[in-house]
Antibody, heavy 116, light 111 residues
Framework: VQLVQSGAEVKKPGESLKISCKGS????????IGWVRQMPGKGLEWMGI????????RYSPSFQGQVSFSADKSTSTAYVQWSSLKASDTAMYYC??????????WGQGTLVTVSS | QPVLTQPPSVSGAPGQRVTISCTGS?????????VLWYQQLPGTAPKLVIY???NRPSGVPARFSGSKSGTSASLGITGLQAEDEADYYC???????????FGGGTKLTVL
């Protein structure tokens, strides 16, 4: 099982962005994928989850309306999208897969830097 | 503010035992939801070290243990080693928020 995330991004405030998390080694549609934010020098924050099988999505209240999750079954890839980035979106973003034991498999992280 | 409360830092000498607490409420740990613990080494993704309150994934040393009582949980590490120096996070599910929540994290320093 592997979750491979897209590379680091440098964007300006107001720009849009979509980062990805590609699953392999398992049936991508059978497990929830979660997203976690880690701002520089700070702790982990739960953003929400998506079920790739039917794109059922649940957002943490803190992230509702701020980001959008999606999944492409044909490419086994989950996405997080921002329509208008802010400097405060600067962070490392992780995806993780929910197993019976918990969130065991994690992606390597995608660093997003938003700066004018 | 994180929903689950952890001490910002703990420390111990090599070979000693340390515990890290995680305090929640009646909508998460106290509601019976399982607690998970993660280890995050600098510059790396979190690694699951305890699931289901007290279970260790394959490959995690027996030096790591977890417990839960009421609205709190604890992670114990015995026989401290330099490689254990990392940030540790607890996690549970919260019914009021209808989602997963993390503790603020605890930095473990091996003296």
């Amino acid at each position: 099982v592997q979750l491979v995330q897209s590379g680091a991004e440098v964007k300006k405030p107001g720009e849009s962005l979509k980062i990805s998390c590609k699953g392999s080694g398992y049936s991508f549609t059978s497990n929830w994928i979660g997203w976690v934010r880690q701002m520089p020098g700070k702790g982990l924050e739960w953003m929400g989850i998506i079920y790739p099988g039917d794109s059922d999505t649940r957002y943490s209240p803190s992230f509702q309306g701020q980001v959008s999750f999606s999944a492409d079954k044909s490419t086994s890839t989950a996405y997080v999208q921002w329509s208008s980035l802010k400097a405060s979106d600067t962070a490392m973003y992780y995806c993780a897969r929910l197993d019976s034991s918990g969130w065991y498999y994690w992606g390597q992280g995608t660093l997003v830097t938003v700066s004018s | 503010q994180p929903v689950l409360t952890q001490p910002p830092s703990v420390s111990g000498a090599p070979g000693q035992r340390v515990t890290i607490s995680c305090t929640g409420s009646s909508s998460n740990i106290g509601a019976g939801y399982n607690v998970l613990w993660y280890q995050q080494l600098p510059g790396t993704a979190p690694k699951l070290v305890i699931y289901g309150n007290s279970n260790r994934p394959s490959g995690v040393p027996a030096r790591f243990s977890g417990s839960k009582s009421g609205t709190s949980a604890s992670l114990g590490i015995t026989g401290l080693q330099a490689e254990d120096e990392a940030d540790y996070y607890c996690q549970s599910y919260d019914s009021s928020l209808s989602g997963w929540v993390f503790g603020g994290g605890t930095k473990l320093t091996v003296l």
